[in-house]
């Protein structure tokens, strides 16, 4: 197999083919290396590679296979991830000058059983100053460029996430998403990624930004990865109180179940207010394809969206601020002045506002749920209202126009995060420029099996995960 | 966060985007009496799950 064609490879295909010995740890590694040294300079994606350890785990990942003993279901694949998990003896960037400043001092739970799986980390990733930042701007360590289009933003905060597993420089990599952070990147680049129901994922050892908020999960270029990597994080963990007990789903076998039969919710509110025409098309395309395999389509009516993204954006703020408040205080000047405003709009937050927007949590998610889940298996949106911009296009800074700019990227993203329901980003086609526009399935909490079997079904039955950028 | 020096225009774009954030937010709030204080919300979460 040559290096172009291994990186062509899923995550599942490629640890197949190394359990099958048609490919080496070691072969897949230097192909993700060297497409990595390549595309580099374009797209500004690697924050570290750490090539000699990562080909020295790839040796040992081969002896291991000669010997006839495979770790797990990701032995051999390598990956790169967000600089915000930590790993013990090496201090994280977390996308800036604010961070722990030192080597942390245990691993971060999702590197460990990425790790326990037989996965290979080769290095880190750009990624938005804090993660606190949707669009893929990063001012201490350049921008973050898209790999369909280097002129343009790869959505943040898993800015090399996103842009890295699409230019097949990284077979699959750990986004975080707190209000959109996951699916944006995914969006704007053209891949596939779950934000899981909070609590599914265990956030030990990852930088926090909200902790009602934050969650873990995979960039891939197919649904089939994100199920298999997800099957490898999700699941109860000591090291956080919040990660849920419930027993994981087997999310492979999920793949496989019929979508015929079940019933898409297309929302008459909120998603489609304003959105650009063409991505109006694209999401009509795609209940289309949908109908071909059977799946039903209905129209569902939202309750309160833009209230609750309202109350989302609060708790965000004031957590990150409370987070953020010693830093804020003794080194400001470490924090772009875009990072430092929204955080001290947090400042602001009145503590009552804040609680009520946290209790109003429970009554939201049962009120969305009858709206929604009463009526179909999932709800179908946009991930976005508008086309990619350019960097330079929404290069606002701190300035007066940032607060607009950035609610209207997270618009449409922020309220799964408030409601903690699971949402599946996957491809669903291109515009007249050329730039992928993603779709967006919102399930029931602990629903993420049902997300994948619909969005596996739609790859199936479509190319659109399969193209590749041009760099 | 006390200690934390913003500067008077910074303070006046943080306050006046708490008000745009609470008048988009207030329908929802309105709805959320003293008496309907939720049980929790893990608690929504598993009632809503599959």
């Not at chain 1, 891939?220 to 007990?245: H, K, M, Q």
Request: hydrophobic share 45%.
């Amino acid at each position: 197999m040559t290096e172009a064609e291994i990186l062509e490879l899923s995550c599942a295909e490629l640890a197949r083919a190394i359990a099958a010995r048609r490919v080496t740890a070691v072969q897949a590694m230097e192909a993700a290396l060297a497409r990595a040294a390549a595309v580099q300079p374009r797209l500004n994606c690697f924050l570290r590679v750490d090539a000699d350890a990562a080909l020295d785990a790839a040796r040992l990942a081969d002896r291991e296979i000669a010997r006839g003993h495979a770790r797990g279901p990701l032995h051999g694949v390598p990956m790169a991830h967000k600089d915000m998990y930590h790993r013990a003896g090496i201090a994280s960037s977390w996308g800036g000058r604010i961070g722990p400043g030192r080597p942390a001092p245990a691993t971060a739970s999702a590197l460990e059983r990425l790790d326990s799986a037989g996965a290979i980390q080769f290095g880190v990733l750009n990624m938005a100053e804090c993660a606190f930042g949707p669009t893929g701007h990063n001012y201490h360590y350049g921008h973050c460029r898209n790999a369909w289009d280097p002129e343009r933003i790869t959505g943040g905060s898993s800015s090399g996430s996103g842009t890295t597993v699409a230019a097949r420089a990284n077979f699959a990599a750990l986004g975080s998403d707190t209000g959109g952070s996951i699916r944006l990147p995914a969006t704007f680049c053209g891949t596939a990624g779950v934000k899981p129901t909070y609590g599914r994922v265990s956030r030990a050892g990852a930088m926090p930004l909200s902790y009602s908020m934050d969650t873990v999960g995979p960039l891939a270029r197919t649904v089939e990865d994100c199920a298999l990597i997800l099957g490898v994080l999700a699941g109860e963990d000591p090291r956080d109180p919040t990660a849920d007990p419930r027993a994981v789903p087997d999310y492979m076998a999920a793949l496989g179940r019929p979508v015929a039969g079940l019933a898409i919710g297309r929302p008459r509110q909120y998603y489609y207010q304003g959105c650009d025409a063409e991505i109006v098309a694209l999401m009509d395309a795609s209940l289309e394809a949908f109908r071909r395999l059977g799946a039903r389509v209905i129209e569902v009516d939202l309750p309160e969206m833009d209230a609750w993204n309202a109350a989302g954006s609060m708790i965000i703020s004031a957590e990150a601020a409370a987070l953020h408040g010693n830093w804020l205080r003794s080194r400001p000047q470490d924090y772009s002045p875009q990072v430092r405003a929204r955080l001290e709009s947090g400042l602001a937050v009145p503590a009552a506002s804040y609680i009520d927007s946290l209790r109003l949590r429970g009554p939201a998610l049962a009120s969305f749920s009858r709206a929604v889940f009463s009526k179909v298996d999932v709800l179908h949106a946009p991930v976005v209202s508008f086309q990619t911009p350019t960097i330079a296009e929404t290069d606002v800074g701190g300035g007066p126009k940032m607060a607009q700019l950035l609610a209207q990227v997270t618009r449409l993203t922020r309220p799964a995060n408030y409601l903690g329901v699971p949402a599946l980003s996957v491809q669903a086609g291109f515009t007249r420029a050329g730039m992928p526009v993603g779709m967006q399935l919102l399930g029931r909490p602990f629903g993420e099996a049902t997300l994948f079997a619909l969005g596996h079904a739609f790859q199936g039955a479509t190319d659109f995960h399969r193209r590749a950028p041009k760099l | 966060v006390q200690g934390v020096q913003i500067s008077r225009e910074g303070a006046a774009e943080c306050a006046a985007w708490v008000a745009g954030v609470l008048e988009r937010a207030a329908p929802a709030f309105a709805q959320v009496a003293f008496e309907d204080e939720p049980a929790g919300y893990t608690a929504a979460q598993r009632r809503s799950a599959p």
